[in-house]
């Protein structure tokens, strides 16, 4: 492969490992080889060459994933293809509100090049310190602030994507509106690498929301924090930027992780949001919070709040939400879910899906947080940490399965925002209604006819061999 | 037919017409008969009917599309599937910020539906009170409203479709975020009944904007207007909702039209601009478009303006935007495109491809219009009226290909908004690259292997008999 590629494009041996292993750490595999291509140019050669040896591709961005989309499963058959080289971002025109930006470019980086332009790269998400561009895209990456900019399927105005025979399809457009049929990148943005491989990307910018109001508010219910964002969603109109919610033991968990975090609400409250409103421009984002909590503080509707009054006390806010999930992180392994469900059955989602896991697990604690206007919480559940691995895992899958059972009854998602990978691939597959099953294999077909592209990934269709 | 579906679906002889005729009246053909089923059921049984007699199908929905996508050019092998029956709006939930609605239902009416229940569906587009929801998603539809709320496309939360084979793709979903893996329902938006016949949608709402801000501006040119786009959105925020821009002879237009229409602006100016705010909640719309335009006035951007003070005066500006398109009809035939380029180069753009059409034809006139924040503009061309038709013909056809070839140089759309349907398919297929044409090929082989969806329209791939 070196001698096809040049041995500056290929890595093998004991190097590829950390390419084989997952976010989590929890899997770690191998595969034949890891490319590291650094133009569009060296991914078709390196498509190429792979279809030719009879080896299948796994693309990879930022291997933050959490779903083992990125992560081989052959480690004899399959190589990895690593965007880490193409981090190259070929234009910001502030003017035109977009900017092109390669594959590989780190979330964060991209994000401060644009602030740099006084525009703002709104995808916001824990790994954007690791993520890569194109496996946001590839993933459809969600985040914090999908409420009111949409997943990433929504700022994503172009793509350049190497095609499963090495063709390169050539759509880095920046046309708002460009309504010319069948609008072929819509394909690629959460295909996870099984139809091609994402190289560059064409996205909307917006002015850089210079007015940021954040507030921390204790509720009696999470019914109340519906109502409250039904409120809000009127109330602030499209200047809501988060709307997040957490349970009581957020804090415990915040304070396991970082024990010196002060607790910004003195009283218990039963259900937390952390809201933000954002503007710019002539509209007075802290006036709009102020008159806002105001109103809802005397109806009863939020019980107690507090408004961040600088940058640092919003920081700190923000660390409750990630503090979080590291102190979830130090309690051990756990179930991780990504769920949605109607906005208007959140509540009640909540309720029956926690009381079906205390039913069958009385041992194990629910930890339910997640964005409110997207109705999507991720209900996790933590086994107690002195038990056997076997035992943890016992109770991981069995909490797991009930979740599921309740989430169906709700015509929920397994996959709000994390996509399918491998780890859920045999629970998509499971829900998957016979339509959709023939017309995404239908479409594998005839798209990568070999199956070169990620197999093993979403639907698992394999080369008959 | 009738024997297979039952005498009340199936329309033939005379009274076909009417759904063979293009909403200009610029074309008329026929059809082996039309079908106007009023389930879902029946819709997939007329397919497998057709499909068994060897006919191919037309699906069409309020049959005011602009570019000949749901009108059939082969009489005597194509059926007319009207979705008109399906009109039934099957919920709105104003918890769920949702609702889901069938095929037929006339734009308009869900508007008003959905507003009767304090909502907002943003769709907004001339032929709205005759155009169907199944219409607009299928051609992606755009309108005035896009600015701020997106194409079709970003409303439609799931769909449910007829496939080429008869069996049904079934996915209402109202999740906001579900992203399992590839998503098929994007593959429907913008076929314009390629893949299949939607039969119902499921769709976002908003909050009503119960607070609209309305305002007439005169400009010293094009460029001013887009400096001014600029500064509305970061000034605004996310709250404008229309950015429009005309030019000087929309007035004369539109009076042309309406002939009583007052004149709301003393002055001439070069370029004219629709502006519109809209919240609601706590957001002062009156203020914000106050200080607006106090502060852009007083610095030179905008030379002089008009704000609404009432919902009538409000009325009587956009007046003027639909006048126009009167106006352009009531001078004879004309060309009529939907271009978009990058917005940063809208004011060029214009500039060069009048200049290109004047230098071709000095005998016909140029109206530049559009939606400024989009980079959309409707460059129409009007030839002196009293010339016999096939000299105004010609010039039509030497208009559009002086504003192509200034457009291609600008890397930009021939369709912003408007779809491809079979007028602008040898425009498309011109500009087709091979790799997209190659995918789209396979993609329509893939789904509709006997080439039974709307023969004719976008790619033209036809049955190999």
């Known amino acids: 492969m070196a001698r096809e590629l040049g041995a500056d494009m290929v890595l093998a041996g004991e190097s590829v490992e950390r390419y084989c292993r997952d976010w989590h750490g929890d899997v770690t595999t191998g595969a034949v080889a890891v490319l590291r291509p650094r133009t569009t140019e060296d991914v078709s050669a390196a498509v190429k060459a792979c279809a030719a040896l009879g080896l299948s591709i796994v693309p990879q961005?930022?291997?933050?994933?959490?779903?083992?989309?990125?992560?081989?499963?052959?480690?004899?058959?399959?190589?990895?293809?690593?965007?880490?080289r193409m981090t190259r971002i070929r234009r910001i025109d502030a003017d035109d509100f977009s900017a092109v930006v390669e594959a590989g470019c780190i979330l964060s980086e991209f994000k401060d090049a644009v602030a740099r332009e006084g525009m703002f790269f709104p995808l916001a998400l824990g790994a954007q310190g690791s993520c890569r561009i194109g496996g946001n895209v590839s993933t459809n990456a969600g985040g914090i602030n999908v409420l009111r900019y949409g997943m990433t399927r929504e700022l994503v105005l172009g793509l350049e994507v190497v095609l499963p025979d090495g063709s390169i399809f050539d759509g880095l457009s920046t046309l708002r509106k460009d309504n010319r049929g069948i609008d072929l990148k819509q394909l690629f943005i959460g295909a996870e690498g099984t139809l091609g491989i994402v190289t560059a990307v064409s996205v909307k910018l917006t002015p850089e929301p210079d007015q940021v109001a954040t507030a921390l508010l204790g509720l009696n219910s999470l019914d109340d924090a519906i109502a409250l964002f039904r409120r809000a969603r009127r109330d602030c109109c499209d200047l809501m930027s988060a709307f997040e919610f957490m349970p009581p033991l957020a804090f415990v968990l915040a304070r396991e992780a970082i024990p010196d975090l002060a607790m910004p609400i003195a009283g218990d409250y039963r259900a937390y949001v952390l809201l933000e409103i954002s503007g710019s421009g002539l509209v007075d984002i802290a006036d709009l919070m102020e008159r806002f909590l105001g109103a809802v503080m005397e109806e009863g509707l939020v019980a107690d709040g507090v408004i961040a009054s600088s940058q640092g006390q919003a920081r700190n806010l923000w660390l409750f939400r990630e503090g979080m999930n590291e102190g979830q992180a130090k309690r051990g392994p756990h179930l991780r879910t990504d769920l949605s469900v109607p906005l208007s059955r959140l509540a009640d989602f909540v309720r029956d899906a926690e009381k079906a896991v205390a039913d069958v697990l009385p041992d194990c604690v629910c930890v339910s947080y997640g964005h409110v206007g997207d109705g999507n919480v991720h209900l996790n559940v933590l086994p107690p940490g002195d038990l056997p691995r076997a035992e943890i895992d016992a109770r991981i899958y069995k909490a797991k399965t009930a979740i599921n059972e309740v989430l169906d009854t709700y015509q929920g998602s397994i996959s709000a925002e994390h996509g399918i990978g491998r780890l859920k691939r045999a629970d998509y597959i499971t829900r998957l209604p016979a339509v959709r099953r023939e017309l995404l294999t239908a479409l594998k077909s005839a798209i990568d006819p070999t199956f070169v592209m990620n197999p093993g990934c979403q639907l698992n269709i394999e080369r008959s061999s």
């Open 61 to 84: 961005g930022g291997n933050t994933g959490l779903v083992l989309g990125a992560t081989p499963d052959q480690p004899t058959r399959q190589v990895v293809v690593s965007l880490e």
